[in-house]
């Protein structure tokens, strides 16, 4: 059970984040299609950081857990910024050219993984960009030795489930999850930024610029995506960076329709989603008894259904659960000011 609850959080987590970024585009008006795009980026941006900060000396060997903590949260900031950068690509389309925000969202999509592999053919003269020293992702990990803890010492469940063996960035995503959704349903801002995907003719009648708001939502949609980009390839590719994120974007999608771009529903769709993610990539070591006799693995289903599973049920619940979803009314309709 402690297994399956760690891993069904390291795919959950950046479910949910990304989710949420799609929801920051979306209330403000802004259908935003790239979350793959930037996801890919997000993560590419950051592997990159680690590499180089790695590099320079200065963390270089280092099995010093602050310090590695620190690179972390840095590389979740440079993944973020550059993401929001990589957004604004999609805001200027959107807003001030008013094109097709799907067209422009799956441009995107398909500029950001060929951007990438061809930088990381440069870099690392192959298609996997990874750190420059081995196995970098256990060194993020919290273990019973951050804390002078013995190895041996039973924590507990709970301890053993939410202590031992769990990245910060998964804890710093669900504070980060819960921040920014009280920013979007408790605060002026968020006012402002969901009545411009509503209606943006009265928004803007009320003195709300219309156009700086769906900069804000998609910019904050790209800082989002991109850190959530970075927690995938940390948590769940080994910290590498090889151009694509498994789906993870479009899924976050599937995710926040799910969740009527609400978040406490999202948290609830990404924690399901996540459950059969994880199903999917450990079928082969999960125990269905505890007892380690019956194994899933021996229930004699083929391990492509397994892996087909989380794409099976997103296509499923979108199929029972669309109808009754209500997205921002004004979402992917380009603002015209003098038209009321």
């Known amino acids: 059970m402690t297994f399956l609850i760690q891993q069904t959080l ?17 209330r403000s008006g802004i259908i935003n299609l790239a979350l793959e795009g930037i996801m890919i980026f997000g993560a590419f941006v950051g592997v990159l950081f680690v590499r180089l900060m790695q590099g320079t000396g200065l963390f270089s060997g280092s099995r010093n857990w602050l310090a590695m903590q620190a690179l972390e949260l840095l590389a979740m900031l440079v993944a973020a910024g550059l993401g929001a950068l990589f957004s604004l690509l999609l805001s200027f389309a959107s807003v001030n050219l008013r094109a097709d925000q799907t067209i422009g969202g799956t441009a995107l999509n398909l500029m950001a993984p ?74 002026r801002f968020g006012l402002r930024l969901r009545s411009c995907g509503e209606n943006p003719q009265a928004a ?57 771009w609400k978040p406490l529903n999202i948290a609830g769709a990404a924690a ?49 659960t669309s109808k009754k979803s209500r997205a921002p009314k004004a979402e992917g309709v380009p603002y015209d000011k003098g038209q009321r």
């Open 10 to 26: 390291l795919y959950a987590v950046p479910l949910m984040i990304v989710a949420l970024a799609g929801v920051f585009a979306e």
């Open 114 to 187: 060929a951007l990438v592999l061809f930088l990381i053919r440069i870099i690392a003269n192959q298609n996997t960009l990874g750190m420059s020293e081995g196995d970098a992702a256990s060194w993020f990990m919290i273990k019973k030795s951050t804390f002078g803890i013995d190895s041996s010492t039973d924590l507990g469940f709970l301890g053993e489930t939410f202590i031992h063996k769990i990245y910060l960035a998964t804890y710093v995503c669900i504070i980060l999850f819960v921040v920014l959704s009280i920013l979007l349903y408790k605060t």
């Open 204 to 260: 803007d009648s009320l003195g709300i610029n219309v156009y700086k708001m769906r900069y804000a939502g998609t910019t904050i949609s790209g800082a989002l995506a991109g850190m959530g980009g970075f927690v995938y390839a940390l948590t769940t590719a080994n910290c590498a960076s090889t151009g694509d994120v498994a789906g993870f974007g479009f899924l976050a999608l599937a995710v926040m329709i799910f969740g009527n």
């Open 272 to 320: 399901l989603f996540g459950l059969f993610k994880c199903i999917a990539a450990s079928y082969a070591s999960i125990d269905i008894n505890g007892d380690g006799v019956f194994m899933l693995k021996e229930l004699g289903i083929s391990g492509h259904l397994y892996r087909m599973l989380p794409y099976i049920i997103t296509l499923v619940v979108l199929a029972f």
